[in-house]
């Protein structure tokens, strides 16, 4: 059962978008993000990207958290149907 829900939140995250303000200037890989800046975060752009999930992503598959949360996704806050964090 706990397969099923993550597999549905996973395609259909309960939010779409989640908005996060810079509390300070910080180097995010390449890209310089000044304090003041607000990021959009597109979790079902990120829920569906290959390079984090593998070519599966458009397929209802809840075997792919059989093994855990660690072992599906390429890094471990790829998956946030509800939110994360300050």
Known sequence: MGMILNEVHWLFPI???????ASK???L??????????LEI????MHHDPQLWG???MEFDPNRF????SKVCQ???S???FFFGP
């Open 42 to 45: 597109l979790v079902l752009h």
């Open 55 to 57: 070519e599966s992503v």
């Open 66 to 69: 059989a093994k855990g949360m």
């Open 29 to 38: 890989r390449d890209i310089f993000v000044p304090k003041g800046l607000v």
């Open 25 to 27: 200037d910080m180097q």
């Open 75 to 77: 890094h471990q806050q």
């Open 15 to 21: 939010m779409l978008q989640l908005t996060r303000l």
């Open 79 to 81: 998956f946030i149907p």
